[in-house]
């Protein structure tokens, strides 16, 4: 149960520090400091964070956004690393989350039946 809540408390640091960095950090980029981080999680062994994101420019197209993240990805982890007290900061992977599409498809559905 302890190593429980230190991943819970690992996760929510990461993802605090994250949203930091992507409004801070990158100025001149065109999607990164767009980006939503929603969620972060850990690995059991800390080593892999699979990061949670979405986008607030609708127009933005995802294949475009994936890139850059990729171009960008050695330098969040390196500024992620002088932020966060760890041993060793895990590889991040960013995951598109798509429930908020979910979520609009479904309103929209809704709003049509009535």
Sequence with gaps: MPKDVKIERTQSIILRELTLILQREFHDSDYIKFLS???????NDMSHAKIYYS???????LEDVKSEIKD?????????ANKVEMRSVPELSFEYDNSLDNANKIDKILKDIK
């Design 55 to 61: 986008y607030l420019n609708p127009e933005f197209d």
């Design 72 to 80: 960008y990805l050695k330098e969040i982890r390196m500024l992620l």
């Design 37 to 43: 981080i929603h969620e972060v999680r850990l690995s």
